[in-house]
């Protein structure tokens, strides 16, 4: 898709045609009552449902290989591959550009999964059915990266991409210390500062792009928060800084250092923060219940609402094609949870809080 | 910007009363009219239309509406044509 993406970037954006699929796909989305039906099914009589649905295709085409939450999972994977594929096709100019931005996340997620099966020795068909097609890779890079040999192969294709440099600073650590963890810092960490990349400095503030960089530092921001509620709940003995992602406003790396080590501390500096007011309620839980999975769950919620919102409000800009990619992923991610749930027997009351909905 | 505009509507005044002839004959320049309106709804209905056809694309019952949504602006230049028999 690089050749096809640098084409793409020199056109003018098209935002009329992108937005009016968009829009249409964000409704067919499943709403509130689809799921309360689906959390009262069992594990069969979802994959049921979901072949009657959008996912007709993708069930059907893995239906003979897979069975059960299994075949739920790749379904839900691949159908999301393909929507946010149709995304990047369909998208000229500068909205080519914001979009394959952020679904480099799943670039960062292929090759996390490429580097992970060569660590286990698992082979290549096991690795290729866990990959989410979706990112600005092309499938040729995709495959040469399921056919390298070893991690240095996979280090050495990718080369020519953001992830080249840090992944070959972090392959000499990792040949010391044989984890795995450098190399997942490293393209991590050239994701997320690439996600800020080259963008416009001073853009105006109320305009759409001056929103969507808003939005990009807001998800570095939460990034960084999960990370430090993590470490601070867990009380592990790690250094914040080496998690610290830059370009997000909430946190500079010695304050995050600082608030990392006390929860309470962290808990009102987020409460101080621009994010306060539409935080409020989930800070409020966080703080009684100290449950973090919750707190997520209220984040996943604050960043949907207020994506909607800008969608709204702009709708001639990059802000609906973003609500819809939230929406869609958080779908994806919540049939997958009934579907595990319900695996492991939970009732209906549990997996619905498990639930991101609006 | 006011009093500027007030200067070039005495000096066009002026102009008139003095009885000089028009720059260009009055049916060119309702033919530019009608010219400049076109164009104005050729852009209008840039935008209308690809949104339009990624509306179809994805549900083939909105045909109808997405034509009809189109071509309205089109009725700028069936206005625009009144000037021709005007003038």
């Excluded at chain 2, 000089?20 to 309702?30: G, H, L, T, Y």
């Amino acid at each position: 898709m690089s050749s096809q993406g640098t084409a793409k970037r020199g056109r003018s954006s098209n935002y009329e045609y992108v937005i009016a699929r968009v829009r249409s796909r964000r409704a067919s989305l499943f709403d509130d009552d689809d799921y309360r039906k689906l959390v009262r099914m069992g594990t069969g009589e979802i994959a049921r449902f979901m072949e009657e649905t959008e996912y007709e295709s993708e069930m059907n085409a893995l239906g003979s290989r897979y069975s059960g939450v299994d075949l739920v999972e790749y379904a839900l994977n691949r159908n999301l591959a393909k929507h946010f594929e149709d995304l990047l096709r369909w998208s000229e100019g500068a909205l080519y550009d914001y979009i394959a931005r952020y679904l480099r996340k799943f670039d960062v997620w292929n090759v996390k999964t490429v580097i992970r099966g060569l660590y286990a020795g698992s082979d290549a068909t096991e690795v290729e059915d866990d990959l989410i097609r979706a990112g600005e890779f092309s499938e040729r890079r995709i495959d040469q990266l399921l056919n390298a040999g070893s991690i240095e192969d996979v280090v050495e294709q990718l080369d020519d991409t953001i992830f080249g440099d840090p992944l070959a600073a972090a392959y000499e650590i990792y040949e010391e210390t044989e984890v795995l963890v450098p190399l997942e810092n490293a393209i991590d960490r050239a994701f997320y500062e690439t996600l800020l990349d080259g963008l416009p400095d001073n853009p105006e503030i109320d305009s759409p792009t001056g929103l969507y960089i808003e939005f990009l530092e807001a998800e570095v921001d939460f990034r960084n928060l999960r990370n430090a509620l993590r470490l601070a709940r867990s009380g592990a003995d790690v250094d914040p800084s080496e998690y610290y992602i830059e370009g997000g406003k909430l946190f500079d790396e010695q304050s995050l250092a600082q608030l990392a080590s006390n929860f309470d501390g962290l808990v009102a500096a987020v409460r101080e923060s621009t994010y306060g007011d539409d935080l409020d309620q989930a800070l409020g839980d966080l703080e009684d219940a100290e449950n973090l999975v919750e707190f997520e769950r209220a984040l996943d919620a604050a960043l949907l609402e207020y994506a909607d919102k800008l969608s709204n409000r702009y709708p001639l800009s990059v802000c609906p094609v973003l609500s819809y990619i939230l929406a869609k992923e958080r779908e994806v991610d919540n049939i997958r949870a009934i579907a595990r749930g319900r695996e492991a027997g939970l009732g209906p009351d549990e997996i619905e809080q498990e639930l991101v909905i609006l | 910007m006011i009093e500027t505009i007030a200067l070039v509507v005495n000096a066009v005044l002026q102009e008139g009363t003095t009885g000089a002839a028009p720059a260009i004959p009055a049916s060119a320049a309702a033919a530019l009219a009608v010219g400049l309106a076109a164009l104005g709804s050729g852009y209008a209905e840039r935008g209308i239309g690809a949104a339009a056809v990624g509306a179809i694309a994805e549900d083939d019952s909105m045909f109808g509406r997405g034509l009809i949504l189109t071509v309205l602006p089109e009725t700028l230049v069936i206005l625009a044509l009144v000037v021709v028999f005007v003038v």
